[in-house]
């Protein structure tokens, strides 16, 4: 079965830029989207085909995806951003999630 | 406002059933495909199943497929998951989620509108 691998954990400093990766055989060939979910909260879409953004997602959420990887960045990342993010494709008619990656900005 | 509520989870001992419900106010229910997603306590998210607009095409996840069954009733704006045969590893928080688009293998499709979740806990 197809599988997406992404880091446990990734840390950043207020300000900066924060990269989240999303592996998988041929992601490229498919479209990745990602979720952010806070604790207690249910996941919300920030990123969808690649690269568009919902309404009401600040414009410093972005989205690649090329190769065998999709990659999340936030830019000027802000304390509010601290979260589980999770990649997520289809494949063979089936959804498939990333392992979820945790955001920690300190 | 959009929005999905689902009601049904609880406790149930291994080998028996629980009906989930998921009802859904704020856009036209009959254009979306819609799915269940589970998380387990302190896990990640895992796929249960999804169904098309017109209930013409349905998808399960291997861990569940034979023992779930997912339905819609258009005239109530609800989704359902029949859950039988339950195992203690079937324990989580059931989300179900509105597709972007009508079909349910659209590979461009996310997940766009989420429920607060239901709680299933197996155990004896």
């Known amino acids: 079965s197809y599988e997406l691998t992404q880091p446990p954990s990734v840390s950043v400093s207020p300000g900066q830029t924060a990269s989240v990766t999303c592996s998988g055989n041929k992601l490229g060939d498919k479209y990745a989207c990602w979720y952010q979910q806070k604790p207690g909260q249910s996941p919300v879409l920030v990123i969808y085909?690649?690269?568009k953004r919902p309404s009401g997602i600040p414009e410093r959420f972005s989205g690649s995806n090329s190769g065998n990887t999709a990659t999340l960045t936030i830019s000027g990342t802000q304390a509010m951003d601290e979260a589980d993010y999770y990649c997520?494709?289809?494949?063979?008619?089936?959804?498939?999630f990333g392992g979820g990656t945790k955001l920690t900005v300190l | 406002e959009v929005q999905l509520v689902e009601s049904g989870g609880g406790l149930v001992q291994p080998g028996r059933s629980l009906r989930l419900s998921c009802a859904a106010s704020g856009f036209t229910f009959d254009d979306y495909a819609i799915h269940w997603v589970r998380q387990a306590p302190g896990k990640g998210l895992e796929w249960v199943s999804g169904?098309?607009?017109?209930?013409?095409?349905?998808g399960y996840a291997d861990s569940v497929k034979g023992r779930f069954t997912i339905s819609r009733d258009s005239a109530k704006n609800s989704l359902y998951l029949q859950m039988n045969s339950l195992r203690a590893e079937d324990t989580a928080l059931y989300y179900c989620?509105?597709?972007?688009?009508?079909?349910?293998?659209?590979?461009?499709?996310?997940?766009?509108?989420w429920g607060q979740g239901t709680m299933v806990t197996v155990s004896s």
């Open positions: 169904i098309s607009w017109n209930s013409g095409s349905i």
């Open positions: 085909q690649d690269i």
């Open positions: 997520q494709a289809w494949d063979n008619s089936h959804v498939v």
């Open positions: 989620a509105k597709s972007q688009g009508s079909g349910i293998a659209a590979a461009q499709d996310a997940f766009d509108i």
